[in-house]
């Protein structure tokens, strides 16, 4: 992946796929602490503890017929390329949250990329849902 | 900004074509595949090419939406366009010079681009 936005498409597609109805993209980027937050948050149908654990293990799937899994555990090496973390909760039936975490100044940090395009995008092709995407200057968690 | 009665128009005819998108009444279907391959090659571009095809020719009537991966990534990006009651054609390496013949020639005009196309037709597990 060339960028984080792109990354953030991956994720939100596969919220999508787990029935969310609301997603909620935040970026938090604070210069003087030199971090950068992604926080994913949505309504489908969440992961069990064992899903959680395998969640960025490439090799881990609950696609039938498939034998990887590479959007989270792509996602995950980018933060920890940085020196960052990812940190994920879910509830089943609930939702899940995905919190990517990264050293803004770090070499290995990707580009933020073309976030309105990817927010364009996925209001254009997935209308029954509902994105809130909102990019924070000062705030960290 | 205050609204004229031309600009109610405009926004009526665009609210239709959302509407028929939404009720499924579709000419053609476009799913372009954003599985994680998809996408890192390529694919948020290739959808993008399609929309703005879509808004250039001002056509109501063709609905656009996405897949996971199809088993295919070293093709990517991929996209298989329905057209009514024939078969699936499956397009493969996209660009953006090769969406806009495919919108013209194909879902315009109604003829297969044979030359970007990986196969015609629906996948059977024999």
Do not use: W
């Not at chain 1, 935040?26 to 395998?54: C, F, V, Y």
């Not at chain 1, 933020?112 to 995407?133: C, K, N, Q, S, W």
């Not at chain 2, 329905?82 to 005009?109: N, S, W």
Request: net charge positive; charged share 30%; with cysteine.
């Amino acid at each position: 992946m060339y960028d984080l936005s792109l990354h953030i498409l991956d994720i939100v597609e596969n919220s999508i796929r787990a029935g969310a109805r609301n997603v909620r993209i935040d970026i938090m980027q604070n210069t003087k602490k030199k971090r950068l937050d992604i926080i994913i948050k949505d309504d489908g149908k969440g992961m069990d503890d064992k899903e959680i654990r395998s969640a960025c293990d490439p090799f881990f799937t609950t696609k039938k017929g498939k034998k990887v899994g590479l959007g989270i555990s792509l996602f995950a090496q980018a933060a920890h390329a940085t020196g960052g973390e990812i940190i994920i909760k879910s509830q089943k039936g609930k939702g899940t949250e995905v919190h990517a975490s990264f050293n803004l100044y770090h070499p290995d940090m990707k580009p933020l990329g073309d976030m309105d395009e990817t927010v364009r995008i996925l209001r254009a092709t997935h209308r029954d849902v509902t994105f809130y995407y909102i990019k924070h200057d000062k705030y960290m968690p | 900004m205050k609204l004229k009665p031309s600009d109610l128009d405009k926004i009526a005819q665009k609210m239709r074509s959302v509407t028929n998108l939404r009720k499924g009444t579709a000419r053609i279907k476009i799913t372009v595949h954003m599985g994680t391959c998809g996408i890192a090659s390529g694919a948020r571009d290739i959808l993008s090419a399609f929309l703005s095809c879509v808004e250039e020719e001002g056509v109501s009537d063709v609905l656009i939406t996405t897949s996971g991966c199809a088993g295919l990534c070293s093709r990517e990006p991929m996209a298989t366009i329905e057209a009514g009651d024939k078969p699936p054609v499956k397009y493969v390496d996209l660009t953006k010079e090769k969406v806009k013949r495919i919108f013209k020639d194909y879902v315009m005009g109604g003829k297969i681009v044979e030359e970007y196309a990986l196969a015609i037709g629906s996948e059977r597990v024999l």
